[in-house]
């Protein structure tokens, strides 16, 4: 297999109060909560889109794109999440490369995910190819009070051709996430290409990040996403710098291990996939809480086939 994708899981844990490492609720324990995020690469349904560039994905297309293979991919991502959780799917999952509301339909109603009544966050994305960013979420287990999309300041209406950025405002057991997914422009055609745009991007989340801490110092922020870029790139980097307000990010990808990877790129494992959060996320002693060492790359050996 030249190349592939796998999972990023994070896991959060809450705590008793009588303890300063055990992360369980303050009032009694509860089951791990499990963020997720997957890449689905080109999630397209078989209908043409007149808007979008989506003429790779038709019946008539050199792929021969058809609803036996549609039906197929999706049931290939519900597995993935399905299994990513263990006996209980993820509580929220990210998702990118979907094609449109359509999709997510077919794999959120469509399959036995069905049973865990996840909601949809999404909306179509400026992205010349049509593909977006997007959350499903179970609202027994956290609920999503305010969402946006988000397009860097700076750009004529329709001159920004890449995936916005979806911005929720997440409550899990009283305490609150402020939780950014991200698609990044990719490098195809060089390092630099894109790079425009990828900078744009970082700023506005800092700007972002920068508000909410104005209004809150301990702001419990995560960034997640396909970077398209290591965990070391200069732009991904901008964004964990310090901030105005004294507020650190830690990118928790940083420390995946030499040879591991979200995805394998001419026998290179490299790590585009990242969790970005902050510093309170890391140091609560209250409410939602994580670690490093929560954070963990989902490979079954179904993906390796």
């Known amino acids: 297999m030249l190349n592939g994708r796998f999972v990023v899981l994070i896991i ?19 089951e791990p909560l499990l963020l997720m995020f997957y890449n689905v690469e080109n999630l397209f349904d078989i209908y043409d889109d007149p808007d979008t560039n989506d003429d790779e994905f038709l019946p008539g297309s050199p792929r021969r794109w058809n609803l036996r293979k549609y039906r197929a991919k999706i049931n290939s991502i519900y597995k993935v999440i399905s299994a990513s959780g263990g006996w209980s799917p993820p509580g929220i999952v990210a998702l990118c490369e979907i094609e449109n509301r359509r999709v997510l339909e077919d794999l959120v109603y469509g399959t036995n995910l069905s049973k865990y009544n996840y909601e949809i966050i999404h909306e179509d994305s400026p992205d010349p190819r049509g593909i977006d960013v997007c959350l499903i979420y179970r609202k027994e287990i956290m609920d999503v009070v305010f969402w946006e999309y988000l397009i860097p300041d700076g750009y004529a209406p329709g001159s920004f051709s890449s995936r916005s950025v979806l911005y929720a405002k997440c409550i899990a057991g009283g305490d609150s ?59 991904v980097r901008e964004i964990s710098e310090s901030y105005a307000s004294g507020l650190s990010m830690v990118n928790l990808s940083v420390g995946i291990g030499k040879g591991q990877g979200t995805y394998r790129y001419r026998g290179t494992w490299e790590a585009i996939d990242q969790f970005i959060v902050s510093q309170s996320l890391l140091d609560s002693r209250s409410g939602i809480y994580t670690s490093g060492e929560y954070l963990r790359i989902f490979s079954p050996d179904f993906l390796l086939r």
């Open 12 to 30: 959060f844990l809450f705590h008793f109060p009588w303890s300063s490492h055990l992360l369980y609720s303050r009032s009694s324990p509860v």
């Open 177 to 235: 996430i402020h939780l950014f997914v991200n698609h990044w422009p990719s490098r195809r055609g060089g390092v630099l290409a894109g790079e425009g745009l990828r900078r744009s991007i970082a700023r506005m989340l800092r700007a972002k990040i920068d508000s909410l801490t104005l209004s809150d110092a301990q702001s419990k922020i995560i960034i997640t996403g396909d970077f398209n870029a290591a965990p070391d790139d200069n732009v």
